[in-house]
């Protein structure tokens, strides 16, 4: 399966600042996914990534605020923009495992980072 | 959308036999995922069925049927390592995974 380093692994952040995270994928993928997970729940998906073209926002979660990066097949950037306490949650990216034959192998994820705006 | 409904927590002893289940409501279906996540880390793969039955890997099963909306989990001879929390997530045709709440599994000894 693919291998994700994602990075920082954690930051405290002051509110109105600006975070990057950046992930790197040991093979060239089509699609990345971020997702955030606020604290005791399940992961939310923030936005799909494809190289050369702009990013897929959900319904909730917008570019100014998250804008994503994605210059090449193994790489990405996730910003959170002006942050505020609300933001405090883990951010993760992922990937799809996908065969020759694109059978799935399921998604593996970042080790995640776990922001805390004050 | 996506509705993905799991149970909030289940209670078990070690070397018994959980069932978690999953129903959802889809738009676009395109197979189903069962991932473990322990505390302070990132969800680990499970398993994937895409087609009605059985998918049988070691300890972990997990079910799927399509025309039911229904898909469960079975975890076997269970450790204590397996206290985790278990996310059954959605694929829809484009590829995006949509999860649910997740199920907190407690094994107890």
């Known amino acids: 399966s693919a291998v994700i380093s994602q990075k920082p692994s954690r930051d405290i952040c002051q509110r109105g600042t600006s975070l990057t995270i950046q992930c790197q994928v040991d093979s060239q993928v089509t699609m990345m996914f971020w997702y955030r997970q606020q604290p005791g729940q399940s992961l939310t998906l923030i936005a799909t990534?494809?190289?050369?073209?702009?990013?897929?926002?959900e319904s909730g979660f917008v570019i100014d605020k998250f804008p994503i990066s994605r210059p090449n097949l193994t790489f990405s950037t996730l910003t959170v923009s002006n942050m505020s306490p609300e933001d405090s949650s883990i951010y993760l990216c992922?990937?799809?495992?996908?065969?020759?034959?694109?059978?799935?192998?399921?998604?593996?994820f970042g080790s995640g980072t776990r922001l805390t705006v004050v | 959308g996506q509705n993905i409904d799991q149970p909030t927590e289940m209670t078990a002893t070690e070397g018994a036999i959980v069932q978690i289940n999953c129903t959802y409501q889809t738009s676009g279906f395109n197979g189903l995922f069962w991932y473990q996540q322990h505390a302070g880390e990132a969800p680990t793969f499970l398993s994937y069925?895409?087609?009605?039955g059985l998918e049988e890997k070691g300890r972990f099963s997990s079910f799927l049927s399509r025309s039911k909306g229904y898909s469960y989990l079975l975890l076997k001879e269970l450790q204590m390592k397996d206290s985790a929390s278990y996310l059954c997530?959605?694929?829809?045709?484009?590829?995006?995974?949509?999860f649910g709440a997740g199920t907190t599994v407690t094994v107890r000894a």
């Open positions: 992922s990937v799809e495992d996908l065969s020759p034959e694109f059978v799935s192998y399921g998604y593996t």
């Open positions: 997530a959605v694929r829809s045709n484009d590829y995006k995974l949509s």
């Open positions: 990534a494809n190289q050369g073209s702009e990013a897929t926002y």
């Open positions: 069925n895409v087609l009605d």
